[in-house]
């Protein structure tokens, strides 16, 4: 059986540059902050779907 394996060096492995950037951290009130603009907003376009 003839199969080809891709080697790649642990040196070009560990410098490879991320796909991911860190997420923003949030702490309580930020997370509060957020979910209470959601919900304001969905308040708002549910009395708008209904006054339509």
């Known amino acids: ?5 891709t080697k790649i060096s642990i040196e070009s492995a ?7 950037e860190p997420l923003p ?3 309580f009130e930020e997370m509060l902050t957020e979910l209470e603009a959601i919900v304001a907003e969905a308040e708002i376009r549910l ?6």
Do not use: D, I, R, Y
Request: overall charge negative; cysteine-free; glycine content about 4%.
């Open 1 to 5: 059986m003839n199969s080809s394996v």
């Open 14 to 20: 560990l410098t490879q540059p991320t796909l991911h």
């Open 25 to 27: 951290v949030f702490g």
């Open 47 to 52: 009395a708008e779907e209904e006054a339509a």
